[in-house]
């Protein structure tokens, strides 16, 4: 069974930054591309950024391209968001998923994470 966790959110004011990180235990993230997603109040989980499996393509919400970067780390079996230049649309809770190929769709990912909030005020 997967188990990954998320952590590394907390509040921020509007042009700071913060590192998201997703551990995981059960298996090695090496096996799954690697998705954040992330939903604010009353709305929908929306994608922000995937990595596959060896690192070499990465994709990104546009509202984040040039803000965010995913990156993977196999020695740690950690998937990092680093968040730099963050808006309060940004507030949200961040969760981490699991998938046999990179996307940006919601339905592809088999497992996730219980999420992290992120709170950026202005």
């Known amino acids: 069974q997967v188990h990954l966790v998320e952590s590394g959110g907390g509040s921020v004011q509007a042009g700071g930054s913060l590192r998201l990180s997703c551990a995981a235990s059960?298996?090695?993230?090496?096996?799954?591309?690697v998705g954040w997603f992330r939903q604010a109040p009353g709305k929908e989980r929306d994608f922000v950024a995937a990595?596959?499996?060896?690192?070499?393509?990465?994709y990104y919400e546009d509202s984040v391209k040039g803000r965010f970067t995913i990156s993977r780390d196999g020695a740690k079996n950690t998937v990092f968001l680093q968040m730099d230049s963050l808006k309060p649309e940004d507030t949200a809770v961040y969760y981490c998923?699991?998938?046999?190929?990179?996307?940006?769709?919601?339905?592809?990912?088999?497992?996730w994470g219980q999420g992290t909030q992120v709170t950026v005020s202005s």
């Open positions: 998923a699991l998938g046999n190929r990179i996307s940006w769709f919601v339905g592809h990912y088999d497992y």
């Open positions: 059960g298996s090695t993230l090496n096996n799954y591309a």
């Open positions: 990595i596959d499996r060896t690192a070499v393509s990465s």
